[in-house]
C-alpha cells in the first residue's frame, strides 16, 4: 500500500484507492436526501481538513452495490502535518476502507482516464443468512450452466449494448468494448459468479445482463433470443435487472495506475472451502 504519512511534498492532486460495503447506501453519486459514499467521504475529508472538499469517483455504482476496487480524486492545495491516511480511516464508518492515498502528477482523472473496469456479480442457489448482503439468492434447483455458458460466451463479439441498459436514450451512445467474460462455479455448483471487464458501462447493464442469463438458465429466454437483442439493439418492453447485493466493482485500471485489489470478499464468496471457482 502508498500510504502517506509526514512532510510529504506538496501535489495538487490526489488518487484515494478505497473499497466499499455498498448494502447501507443508496450508490456511490450523492444526491439530496440520499445517503451515498460520496457523501460520507466528501464530509470526512472536509471535516479532517478544515475546508470543503469535493471528490470525483471512477464511476457510479446503484444502491447496495459494493465495490471492492475504486478510485476517486480531488485537488489539496496545502500539504498537511499529520497521517490523513489513519484519520481518514478512524473516522470513516466499517463499510469503507481507504487503502491508498497517491500523489499524482498533472491533472489525470478517476473517471475519464479509467481504460478498463472489470466487476462480479455473485449468486447463491440455497438461502443462507450470511450470504444475504454480499451475494445474490436464486432457488435454482438447476441454473441451466451449460446454456448460460453459451450466453455469456457472445457478449466479447459485439459492441452495442442498448439492449441491455436501462436508459439508452438519454446517453450519447450504447457501445461497450468487452475484453473478457466468464462463468464460474463452486466445486458444489451452489454458487455461480459471472466476471466481465470493459472500457464502459451503461446505467445497470450488468444487473441487466444477469437477469437474462437467470432466465436463460431457467429456460424462460433461449440463446437465441438473447442474442438476437444483442444484434439488433432491440430494446426489450420490460427490462428487470438482478439484485443489486450481488454485484461489486472489483477492479479499475488506469495507462498509468495499476493497483491489486486488496479486499477478498471474505464474507463468505471467496475464501470459503466450496468456494474455489471453477470455470463453467
Known amino acids: ?71 476517486f480524486h480531488t485537488d489539496l492545495d496545502d500539504d498537511w502535518d499529520f497521517d490523513l491516511f489513519f484519520r481518514l480511516n ?19 482523472h478517476a473517471r475519464f482516464d479509467a481504460i478498463q473496469r472489470s466487476y462480479d456479480y455473485y449468486i447463491h442457489t440455497y438461502k443462507d443468512p450470511f450470504l444475504s448482503q454480499f451475494s445474490s439468492f436464486y432457488p435454482e434447483k438447476d441454473p441451466g450452466l451449460d446454456k448460460m455458458k453459451a450466453a455469456v460466451a457472445l457478449l466479447p463479439l459485439y459492441t452495442d449494448y442498448r439492449a441491455f441498459c436501462k436508459c439508452p436514450d438519454k446517453i450519447d451512445h450504447t457501445l461497450c468494448y468487452i475484453s473478457s467474460a466468464g462463468l464460474y462455479a463452486s466445486a458444489d455448483g451452489s454458487r455461480l459468479r459471472f466476471n466481465i471487464s470493459a472500457n464502459r458501462f451503461l446505467s445497470k447493464m450488468i444487473r441487466i445482463i444477469v437477469g437474462r442469463l437467470v432466465d436463460i438458465g431457467r429456460g424462460e ?37 495499476d493497483l491489486p485489489a486488496i479486499t477478498s470478499y471474505s464474507g463468505g464468496l471467496r475464501n470459503v472451502a466450496n468456494a474455489d471457482w471453477l470455470a463453467v
Open 221 to 257: 429466454m433461449s440463446v437465441d433470443e438473447f442474442e438476437h437483442y444483442l444484434a439488433n439493439g432491440e430494446t426489450p418492453q420490460v427490462i428487470i435487472p438482478a439484485y443489486p447485493q450481488g454485484l461489486y466493482l472489483s477492479k479499475v485500471t488506469y495507462p498509468y495506475l
Open 90 to 108: 478512524k473516522i470513516l464508518p466499517d463499510d469503507i476502507a481507504i487503502f491508498d492515498i497517491i500523489p499524482m502528477q498533472g491533472l489525470p
Open 1 to 71: 500500500m502508498v500510504n502517506l504519512h509526514f512532510n510529504q511534498k506538496r501535489h495538487l492532486r490526489y488518487f484515494f484507492h478505497i473499497a466499499y460495503h455498498g448494502t447501507h447506501y443508496n450508490g456511490w453519486q450523492k444526491h439530496p436526501g440520499m445517503h451515498s459514499v460520496q457523501e460520507v467521504l466528501e464530509s470526512a475529508l472536509s471535516r479532517i481538513l478544515k475546508k470543503q472538499v469535493a471528490i470525483i469517483g471512477c464511476g457510479r455504482t446503484d444502491a447496495k452495490v459494493h465495490a471492492g476496487q475504486f478510485f
